[in-house]
């Protein structure tokens, strides 16, 4: 008997980091549209800075997503390509399709929603605000109903993001862990969490209110959304994960102690976002900054392991291949930097909220 020995030189990784922070960006994008569609629908249950935290979140994710993307593309201009040479059957020519328009309905969705408050910004001594205020594009105005429908259409073209970013990593058939049903449904599921944590972490930058403490424009229905929302997708995570590590025919994941500690840590922190939600009771700048901080490292780390960690996976002999975290812009760098837009963003972004205004003739219920 002869022994053939199989070894393959180490490759580079496909996905880089970048990926991850492209899932997570544009996962709590889209799961944001679908929390802003409910919200609007029941518009008389949650207040106004709830809903314009979910817009933005909407908005923003869908402007640095895609500028992550691009740069796990390895280069800005490559993106080009995919609309001179479509091909219909590929996941990621269709995404290239979904993701401007996308983009452009979030865009357009956060704009719509929040034009009294940039209209109010007229009255401002800043001359800045003032100019703001002409983005408005004049003095029409838009229904409740009309709203609504915008919504709609943009939380309709959010689910084809959902759809295609879990489809062109779900038919790689060299990755069993990527190659199921359940890896798709759990980025979907973990997406609200995501969600969630940039949606807190605007509420936790909105100014307070002079006269009056920050929650005073808060209601019962928003405690009543984050804290279901959290339950709901810490739940599902927790079943799905031992779902999706079970797929994998090479080796039992729990039976290796780097997996084992992956996966355990990955259960305690939906545990933990679990009992964040049972705990919460009130809204306040602590609650909402621990909120935040404990959803988007569940969300990134999740999206980390399963994208990242899998590809140290050999596919054919049993060598290790240990990735490290590299310090420059494909690596840390990029992480902070990318994560460093999205709060400029939002810092402008918050400057336009007025917590007073109450859109479409709302009436609330507030936080006592």
């Known amino acids: 008997m002869n022994i053939t020995e199989v070894l393959i030189q180490p490759q580079a990784i496909t996905w880089l980091p970048w990926a991850v922070q492209y899932f997570l960006y544009i996962g709590s994008s889209y799961a ?8 609007l629908m029941f518009q008389q249950h949650t207040s106004h800075r709830m809903r314009s935290a979910l817009v933005l979140v909407l908005a923003i994710g869908a402007i640095v997503g895609p500028l992550a993307l691009t740069g796990d593309l390895h280069q800005p201009g490559r993106a080009w390509k995919f609309f001179f ?10 995404g290239s399709l979904f993701l401007p328009l996308f983009s452009a309905l979030s865009i357009l969705t956060a704009w719509l929603y929040l034009r009294d408050d940039i209209a109010a910004l007229k009255n401002s001594t800043n001359p800045i605000a003032k100019v703001v205020s002409l983005l408005t594009l004049g003095d029409w105005k838009i229904t409740l109903t009309q709203m609504k429908i915008v919504a709609v259409i943009t939380t309709l073209s959010g689910l084809s ?74 739940v599902l995570a927790l079943i799905l994960v031992p779902l999706w590590a079970s797929n994998n025919p090479y080796f039992s994941l729990y039976e290796n102690q780097d997996w084992a500690i992956r996966l355990g840590l990955l259960s ?62 494909s690596g840390l760098l990029g992480i902070i930097g990318m994560f460093g837009l999205w709060i400029a963003l939002a810092l402008a972004a918050t400057e336009i909220v007025d917590a007073k205004n109450t859109p479409f003739a709302t009436a609330a219920h507030t936080t006592k």
Not at 205 to 226: E, Q, R, V, Y
Not at 305 to 317: G, L, N, R, S
């Open 161 to 234: 993001i959902a759809l295609y970013t879990g489809a062109e990593i779900a038919i790689v058939q060299s990755r069993p862990l990527w190659n199921q049903a359940t890896s798709p449904l759990l980025w979907f599921v973990t997406a609200f969490l995501g969600a969630i944590g940039f949606t807190a972490l605007l509420l936790a930058l909105f100014p307070s209110d002079k006269n009056s403490a920050m929650t005073s424009s808060m209601t019962l229905g928003d405690i009543s959304l984050i804290k279901r929302v959290l339950i709901l997708s810490s």
């Open 268 to 329: 305690i922190s939906f545990v933990v976002c679990f009992i964040v939600a049972q705990t919460l009771t009130r809204l306040n700048r602590l609650n909402f900054i621990l909120i935040s901080a404990t959803t988007l490292f569940t969300s990134f780390y999740l999206r980390w392991v399963t994208i990242m960690d899998v590809q140290t996976i050999p596919k054919f002999d049993v060598g290790a291949y240990p990735y490290e975290l590299p310090l420059g812009g």
């Open 85 to 94: 040479h479509l091909t219909p059957w590929s996941w990621m020519s269709l």
């Open 32 to 39: 944001a549209a679908i929390l802003f569609l409910l919200s």
